[in-house]
């Protein structure tokens, strides 16, 4: 699979778009469910927070998300123009159950599924690189 | 000396709540309503069957936690029904909630014997 890109609107309901093309284009490409469901658990925590935090809630903005599936891995990048992130990704911790705490997990569960996580901004524009290794190479049959 | 009969009638109230989907950031809203309103009509228990909840992310565990913190405080509580997709019951188990929540079987919904 070359790169597919698929571009937004920043908002709740346009996330599931992303999901699902993650979703079908994995699953027909060989990719085992379990790994499928780690990388959309990614995807959907990654997309809430630029919706959220990035645009602050504005719909209007444009989230522009690119995918890459090889036999090796998955990697999945998006690009913003929203508020950086302040985010030291070196120093990121689940919040303990015990503070029951209502926000406050979407890295560390990015962090937990996938093998890499990347975050630069550069010239206004905002990218987070998620990478998902692959233990068992899959044979791309979606071309 | 006649019989002494004494009677108290405890009332709880329970919502059930059962979930079909996506419980995502998209959908998180609408049950939130949902349950703010049963909190205001004094219901103090809650169980949310999740048994066919096909994905759960942190917005939609963030309805749950909102919950039972508040039931919690009117001296209830909430179980769930697990989650048969694992889509679903990832995030409970990394954000260590499998360890929080009181999980019961389907058929616990309603008590038997009636």
Redesign the interface.
Same mark, same amino acid.
């Given at each position: 699979m070359s790169n597919e890109i698929v571009t937004i609107h920043s908002n $709740?309901?346009d996330?599931?778009i992303p999901c699902n093309y993650l979703r079908i284009h994995s699953k027909r490409a060989g990719v085992p469910?379990?790994i499928v $469901?780690?990388c #959309?658990?990614a995807l959907? #925590?990654l997309l809430?927070n630029l919706? #959220?935090h990035a645009y602050a809630g504005d719909p209007n903005k444009l989230i522009k998300v690119v995918f890459s599936i090889t036999p090796e891995k998955i990697t999945i990048q998006t690009y913003d123009t929203g508020i950086p992130a302040r985010v030291n990704l070196n120093h990121v911790r689940? &919040? @303990? &159950?015990?503070e029951?705490? #209502?926000?406050g997990?979407?890295i560390a569960?990015i962090q @937990?599924?996938m093998d890499e996580v990347n975050y630069f901004t550069l010239n206004g524009t905002n990218t987070w690189e998620l990478v998902k290794n692959l233990k068992q190479r899959i044979r791309i049959t979606d071309k | 000396m006649p019989l002494e009969i004494k009677t108290t009638e405890q009332i709880i109230k329970i919502a059930i709540v059962t979930l079909n989907g996506r419980l995502d950031a998209f959908e998180a809203p609408a049950l939130r309503k949902i349950c703010d309103k049963f909190i205001a009509e004094e219901y103090t228990h809650f169980v949310f069957d999740l048994t066919d909840v096909s994905m759960l992310d942190s917005a939609g565990l963030a309805v749950l936690i909102s919950v039972l913190k508040r039931a919690r405080l009117n001296n209830g509580d909430v179980r769930l029904v697990w989650p048969k997709a694992d889509a679903a019951s990832r995030i409970l188990k990394l954000t260590k909630f499998d360890q929080v929540f009181v999980s019961i079987e389907k058929s616990e919904i309603v008590p038997k014997g009636f």
């Open positions: $709740n309901r996330i599931r469910e379990e $469901n780690m #959309e658990l959907q #925590e809430t919706v #959220e689940m &919040p @303990s &159950p015990d029951l705490a #209502e926000g997990y979407g569960i @937990s599924v | -």
